[in-house]
């Protein structure tokens, strides 16, 4: 059964595919909330099953099952391959978690700078005007919630535009985003193929924010042309904003330009059981996992002479 925690660790490099189809088939803010709990649960199902194969390479060593109260070591039909694995799952785990504290440290410091920038200049409502050269717009998590933009994007664009952009930005902050990719960051720290996932997240999140705000406005093309022309304006300029700060500027623009442009109804929803592969793989990957943790905790418990064989 040992094998069975392979599978949470190979099915995340099949997600980004199904990740891809999932938002192409589903409406944008539905095509978020599958994406973003599938991106976790696979994530949940991965780290589940490294630290199984850890905690078996440890109690298959003598001092460590002593330790751990059992009678002998613990012994799998893959003997030979458990300390390797378990050596690997080490290193692999270690990796992952040094890494996303560096990055939690990073955004954690860029959310407080971007708090204190917002705090500091007088607001108008929600909107938060700064004096930057560097044309920027994002949603700012938190409380209250801002919509920060800079002077120099104000310049790029005209009042209706304008208007298109904070509508955009207030579907963000209203319906609270920057979980859904802060989930979506925390994830991909958990296995490579899952980056593309995020990826994935973050498109639907902003063309969710697009449709919010091509209804809010009554015109798609202008707000196509808004968003069009802020990430023109700011494709060259540094942004500091945190990566779970979600920003009308950022993912494929020409990809959502397009969207927005195309008939309102959007793609045919024709083979929608493509759109649930991804589906399909997360409930695989988390069954495996499971049964593969319940097998390692029964044959523990055998160890420990708590049930019979």
Known sequence: MTALLLVPLILPFLAPGPSRRTLDRLAPA??????????????????????????????SIPAFASLGELIH?????????????????????????????RS?????????????????????????????????????PGRPHRIV?????????NPAEREALFAHERA????????????????AHCHPALRAVRDSVR?????????????????????????AR?????????????????????GPVPQRVAALLAPAGGPPRTARWTAFLLVACTVVS????????VDIHHKVEIAQGESGP
């Open 30 to 59: 539905t095509a978020l909330r599958v994406l973003t709990a599938s991106v976790v649960a696979l994530a949940g199902a991965c780290v589940a099953a490294l630290g199984a194969l850890v905690l078996t390479g440890l109690l």
């Open 73 to 101: 070591p613990l012994h799998t039909p893959s003997d030979r391959l458990v300390l390797p694995l378990a050596a690997a799952a080490t290193g692999v785990l270690t990796v992952s978690v040094l890494t996303l504290v």
């Open 104 to 140: 939690a440290f990073r955004q954690v410091r860029a959310l407080r700078t971007a708090r204190t920038q917002a705090d500091r200049r007088p607001a108008a409502g929600d909107l938060c005007v700064v004096d930057s050269p560097h044309p920027d717009a994002y949603a700012l």
């Open 149 to 157: 933009v800079t002077t120099a994007l104000l310049r790029s664009l």
């Open 172 to 187: 963000h902050n209203r319906a609270g985003h920057h979980y859904f990719l802060a989930a979506a960051e925390l994830a």
């Open 203 to 227: 498109l639907a999140a902003e063309r969710a924010a697009d449709e919010a705000a091509a209804e809010a406005v009554g015109d798609r093309r202008l707000t196509a042309t808004a968003i």
């Open 230 to 250: 802020a990430a023109l304006a700011g494709h060259a300029s540094p942004s500091t904003r945190p990566v779970f700060a979600p920003a009308a500027t950022t």
């Open 286 to 293: 988390l069954a495996a996992g499971t049964a593969g943790v």
